[in-house]
């Protein structure tokens, strides 16, 4: 309907909180498959006993969480 590209989230790929720069979170394996939304664990680069779960649509919301390359 909107023809909107959807971004692949990969293992590996690195993100950074939209209001917080200097942190990075890399998504280490697929989380939950017990809802419909994809749901990945990230942890925090250089922390790794930091764990987060996120869906997919939060990853990907920029007024969110950015891909950095």
């Known amino acids: ?13 690195r993100f950074v909180k939209a ?3 200097k942190t990075v979170w890399v998504v280490s394996r697929l989380g ?7 749901h990945f664990q990230v942890f925090r ?5 930091r764990i ?3 869906s997919e649509n939060v990853l990907l919301d920029s007024n969110y969480y ?3 390359e």
């Open 1 to 13: 309907m909107f023809n909107k590209r959807q971004q692949k989230i990969e293992i590996g790929d």
């Open 19 to 21: 209001d917080d720069l």
């Open 32 to 38: 939950s498959s017990v809802v419909d939304i994809p």
């Open 45 to 49: 680069e250089g922390y790794a006993s």
């Open 52 to 54: 987060r779960t996120l």
């Open 66 to 68: 950015v891909k950095v």
